[in-house]
């Protein structure tokens, strides 16, 4: 099987929307196609919808609805990281990334922080021209994320055609 899942983490309906917002006005500005807003927990796993879908189920069980609080707007050379919102560090991150670890055992694909990327592409001085802008409307903002899904994506797919399978709604207390 080809490593085309990914979890991620999702915004709550009126903040997703806003955030695809930007996502789509930026996506053209560095020539990449626009993309849902999301955190990834791990990416290029090679496992199905269904082969989580047991695992996922739990794991939203167990979480609370979650209340990130935005540290920063930050560039950086990663193309999947080229303009996205830093979060404060949170202590439900590790805790799904230690589930989606056990559960994939590997750490291919483990997101290296809590993050929501609003562009992709190669980061010049125009980019961090933009981030300069979007830092003044995103920094110390709270997103709210209700869910997690597994969703068809990875290095592997082109980002076209990335899409969500199955969502899970937290109902943790």
């Known amino acids: 099987m080809n490593a085309e899942c990914s979890i991620w983490l999702l915004p709550e309906a009126a903040q997703e929307e806003e955030l695809r917002k930007t996502i789509a006005e930026l996506s053209p500005l560095l020539g990449e196609p626009p993309f849902a807003p999301h955190v990834t927990i791990q990416g290029d796993l ?4 269904e082969d989580l879908d047991g695992s996922l189920t739990r794991l939203a069980t ?3 609805l979650q209340r990130w609080r935005v540290k920063d707007v930050e560039c950086s050379e990663h193309f999947f990281r080229c303009l996205y919102l830093r979060f404060v560090d949170q202590p ?3 805790t799904m ?3 989606a ?3 994939s055992r590997t750490v291919v694909g483990l997101s290296p922080f809590p993050h929501l990327s609003l562009a992709y592409g190669s980061a010049d001085d125009e980019t961090r021209r933009l981030r300069d802008g979007l830092a003044r409307t995103f920094a110390g903002q709270e997103i709210v994320f209700d869910r997690i899904a597994v969703c ?3 290095k592997d797919v082109p980002i076209d055609k990335w899409q969500v ?3 899970y709604r937290f109902s943790g207390k």
Do not use: D, G, V
């Open 46 to 49: 090679s496992w199905s919808a």
């Open 97 to 99: 990334q230690e589930f």
């Open 165 to 167: 399978l199955r969502e």
């Open 92 to 94: 439900a991150f590790p």
């Open 101 to 103: 670890k056990n559960l």
């Open 62 to 64: 167990m979480l609370p």
């Open 152 to 154: 068809r994506s990875s």
